[in-house]
């Protein structure tokens, strides 16, 4: 069984910084990309960040030199510096592990549960 378990969601001011932390637990033996979605009230989920197992980033263009991603392969886990902060950046920001594979079998993509964000002006 796959789970993520994420943390660091909050409140913070505009330009202020948050760092989210999602950890994929399980016995893992490897997760092609992971990545940061976002799904604000009466909008669609929309990708923040993914980065693969090559550590290749990808960003949307309304995070690119706001946001950093990063991960630990060996801890299965996902990070996402946000600084700068903005109003728009209010949502719930949901963690995903793309190309699951564990003990031989593959698994496919799972989500986190969700963490909320929220910036003030």
């Known amino acids: 069984q796959v789970q993520l378990v994420e943390s660091g969601g909050g409140l913070v001011q505009a330009g202020g910084s948050l760092r989210l932390s999602c950890a994929a637990s399980g016995i893992i033996l490897s997760i092609n990309a992971m990545g940061w979605y976002r799904q604000a009230p009466g909008k669609q989920r929309e990708l923040v960040a993914a980065?693969?197992?090559?550590?290749?980033?990808n960003y949307a263009d309304s995070v690119k030199g706001r946001f950093t991603i990063s991960r630990d392969n060996a801890k299965n886990t996902v990070y996402l510096q946000m600084n700068s902060l903005k109003p728009d950046d209010t949502a719930v920001y949901y963690c995903?592990?793309?190309?699951?594979?564990?003990?031989?079998?593959?698994?496919?993509?799972?989500w986190g549960q969700g963490t909320q964000v929220t910036v003030s002006s």
């Open positions: 995903n592990a793309e190309g699951v594979w564990t003990s031989g079998s593959y698994r496919g993509d799972y």
């Open positions: 980065i693969t197992s090559g550590s290749s980033p």
